[in-house]
């Protein structure tokens, strides 16, 4: 059994931390819990609740600067920004339903712990590239603040960013303020039907380096798209390579005209207006084609590697029996299911995106399996030893969020 804290502000935040390093008790730190099945299970006495530090403390729709606290959903923050044209750049996903969760109860103190970005991420960068500052306890039950509300004001290390992907594993936060940007007019998505892989990512990367200011490519097999709820995306019975376009309307329809243009001599071509472009990438990013609701759960993974690597890695994945995939960041971004969650599925994952070089992250498995193997790319011996640094300055007795990234971290 373990005991549950539930602070409501910063200093009862930092009191909590503060009496578990004196009683050397480590702490599971939790928001909404829709991504608590996302890395390592950890094994700690007590779980420190932070679901009490919600709210939006400051937005500036003229600066383009939010501040909340930790647990103010995505959803409340995506509304605010929505009733001024404006949006989180990253696109932040909601996996909750990944993990059976309800949909819309994701954090953004979630988001940026885990480093989430969702199909905007080739044009518009990580989360970590928007966020200007952050409020946390640290393992030393010490409150710090790292960085502020303007893009250049730091002096030293840049904390925020640190601790954005970190897991939890570093401090527990309190607040962030990230830069939000324009949300466009309006947005269509060009969709290329029946192309195979090596002509969808030749597609994709030619439609990217082109003068259409793409701000989104994936690519979905007949046996994914048949599972996403747009028409014209499930009916046609065949592959979609969908492209989007964003901004001002007459920006949009011109370069939707130039790249239909372009993706003709691929195959047939169609597109998808405001609201099921929308509905469709939604999907994309929220990996909705293997949430459990269609019935075949399986091992989830992440597979970021190099576009020019995405054919050859795709083509070993289906050496693996059962596994099924979908390209998104132009085919920089692999989403794969395998039916079978063991240890045998998760070196042949491996072994398939090695030629290529990128990082493999298990993002769906049962308990035992995370325990029993590397979740996250196994790192160098050298990039090993400074996180294990990096933590000690920050956790040194280990009691946040023990082993959630690797063991001992």
Same mark, same amino acid.
Request: with cysteine.
């Given at each position: 059994m373990t005991d549950a804290v539930r602070p409501t502000t910063e200093d009862e935040v930092r009191d909590a931390v503060a009496g578990s390093l004196a009683g050397n008790v480590a702490v599971e730190l939790v928001g909404a819990g829709t991504k608590r099945g996302l890395g390592r299970p950890v094994t700690a006495k007590r779980t420190l609740d932070l679901s009490a530090l919600a709210g939006i403390a400051l937005y500036e729709p003229a600066e383009l600067v939010l501040t909340a606290r930790a647990a103010t959903t995505l959803a409340d923050i995506e509304a605010a920004l929505a009733a001024n044209s404006q949006v989180l750049a990253f696109e932040p996903p909601d996996l909750g339903p990944l993990f059976g969760a309800a949909p819309g109860a994701g954090t953004l103190g979630g988001a940026i712990a885990c480093n989430l970005a969702g199909p905007r991420r080739p044009k518009a960068g990580a989360a970590r590239d928007h966020v200007l500052g952050v409020r946390a306890v640290t393992g030393r039950g010490e409150i710090v603040k790292a960085g502020g509300r303007v893009v250049k004001n730091v002096t030293g290390y840049d904390l925020a960013r640190l601790f954005t992907g970190s897991f939890g594993t570093l401090a527990a936060p309190t607040e962030i303020t990230g830069q939000v940007l324009p949300g466009g007019d309006k947005a269509r998505t060009v969709l290329a039907y029946g192309l195979d892989v090596t002509l969808a990512v030749a597609a994709m990367t030619r439609a990217l380096a082109g003068p259409d200011d793409v701000s989104a490519a994936a690519y979905l097999p007949q046996g994914v798209a048949s599972r996403v709820p747009v028409g014209r995306v499930c /009916?046609?019975?065949?592959? =979609?390579?969908?492209l989007r376009i964003e901004g001002p309307e007459p920006s949009v329809l011109a370069r939707t005209?130039?790249?239909?243009?372009?993706?003709?001599?691929? *195959?047939?071509?169609?597109?998808?207006?405001?609201? @099921? $472009?929308?509905?469709? #990438?939604?999907? =994309? *990013? @929220?990996?909705?084609?293997?949430? +459990?609701? /269609?019935?075949?759960?399986?091992?989830? #993974?992440?597979? $970021?590697?190099?576009?020019?690597?995405? =054919?050859?890695?795709?083509?070993?994945?289906?050496? &693996?029996?059962?596994?099924?995939?979908?390209?998104? #960041?132009? *085919?920089?971004? &692999? #989403?794969?299911?395998?039916?079978?969650?063991?240890?045998?599925?998760?070196?042949?994952?491996?072994?398939?995106?090695?030629?290529? *070089?990128?990082?493999?992250?298990? &993002?769906?498995?049962? /308990? $035992?399996?995370?325990?029993?193997?590397?979740?996250?790319?196994? +790192?160098?011996?050298?990039?090993?030893?400074? $996180?294990?640094?990096?933590? /000690?300055?920050?956790? +040194?007795?280990? &009691?946040? @969020?023990?082993g959630r990234m690797y063991e001992g971290v």
């Amino acid at each position: 059994m373990t005991d549950a804290v539930r602070p409501t502000t910063e200093d009862e935040v930092r009191d909590a931390v503060a009496g578990s390093l004196a009683g050397n008790v480590a702490v599971e730190l939790v928001g909404a819990g829709t991504k608590r099945g996302l890395g390592r299970p950890v094994t700690a006495k007590r779980t420190l609740d932070l679901s009490a530090l919600a709210g939006i403390a400051l937005y500036e729709p003229a600066e383009l600067v939010l501040t909340a606290r930790a647990a103010t959903t995505l959803a409340d923050i995506e509304a605010a920004l929505a009733a001024n044209s404006q949006v989180l750049a990253f696109e932040p996903p909601d996996l909750g339903p990944l993990f059976g969760a309800a949909p819309g109860a994701g954090t953004l103190g979630g988001a940026i712990a885990c480093n989430l970005a969702g199909p905007r991420r080739p044009k518009a960068g990580a989360a970590r590239d928007h966020v200007l500052g952050v409020r946390a306890v640290t393992g030393r039950g010490e409150i710090v603040k790292a960085g502020g509300r303007v893009v250049k004001n730091v002096t030293g290390y840049d904390l925020a960013r640190l601790f954005t992907g970190s897991f939890g594993t570093l401090a527990a936060p309190t607040e962030i303020t990230g830069q939000v940007l324009p949300g466009g007019d309006k947005a269509r998505t060009v969709l290329a039907y029946g192309l195979d892989v090596t002509l969808a990512v030749a597609a994709m990367t030619r439609a990217l380096a082109g003068p259409d200011d793409v701000s989104a490519a994936a690519y979905l097999p007949q046996g994914v798209a048949s599972r996403v709820p747009v028409g014209r995306v499930c /009916d046609p019975g065949v592959s =979609v390579t969908a492209l989007r376009i964003e901004g001002p309307e007459p920006s949009v329809l011109a370069r939707t005209e130039s790249l239909r243009a372009m993706l003709a001599g691929f *195959g047939p071509v169609e597109e998808l207006h405001w609201h @099921n $472009s929308r509905k469709f #990438w939604a999907a =994309v *990013g @929220n990996v909705a084609p293997f949430a +459990p609701a /269609d019935g075949a759960d399986g091992a989830v #993974w992440r597979l $970021s590697l190099p576009p020019s690597a995405a =054919v050859a890695a795709t083509a070993a994945l289906a050496a &693996i029996g059962g596994a099924e995939c979908y390209l998104d #960041w132009g *085919g920089g971004l &692999i #989403w794969l299911r395998v039916p079978e969650s063991s240890d045998a599925s998760h070196a042949a994952v491996r072994a398939a995106i090695a030629p290529g *070089g990128g990082h493999a992250t298990l &993002i769906r498995a049962p /308990d $035992s399996l995370r325990a029993a193997v590397p979740v996250f790319q196994p +790192p160098s011996a050298a990039v090993a030893a400074l $996180s294990a640094r990096v933590k /000690d300055a920050f956790d +040194p007795h280990r &009691i946040l @969020n023990p082993g959630r990234m690797y063991e001992g971290v």
